[in-house]
């Protein structure tokens, strides 16, 4: 069973900062994308930002020239700088990691961590 540990979450005024951290346990599986998604209350779960195995990222236009994500494939772990926080910025952050077993393809999911931005 593949587990996501996440931590980084937190109270943090308006242009602050954060960094969200991510690390699957250890598999054998293939990891391909990791990513990160956010859900705002009353909102449905949105794409904040993903990078595939080759190191290809993809942002939400709301979060570009603000978030970095970012990932460490020997640690299984995969991370996200986000600086100018803003209000909006607020919801439940949770970590999203594709694995391979041959052409067989899983997803899983981090338990979520709050990222509270205060104006």
């Known amino acids: 069973q593949v587990q996501l540990v996440e931590s980084g979450g937190g109270l943090v005024q308006a242009g602050g900062s954060l960094r969200l951290s991510c690390a699957a346990s250890?598999?054998?599986?293939?990891?391909?994308?990791m990513g990160w998604y956010r859900q705002a209350p009353g909102k449905q779960r949105e794409l904040a930002a993903t990078v595939t195995s080759g190191g290809s990222t993809t942002y939400a236009d709301s979060v570009k020239g603000r978030f970095t994500i970012s990932r460490d494939s020997a640690k299984n772990s995969v991370y996200l700088q986000m600086n100018s926080l803003k209000p909006e910025d607020t919801a439940v952050y949770y970590c999203?990691?594709?694995?391979?077993?041959?052409?067989?393809?899983?997803?899983?999911w981090g338990q979520g961590t709050q990222v509270t931005v205060a104006s």
């Open positions: 999203n990691v594709v694995m391979w077993w041959g052409a067989n393809r899983y997803t899983y």
């Open positions: 250890r598999s054998s599986f293939s990891i391909g994308a």
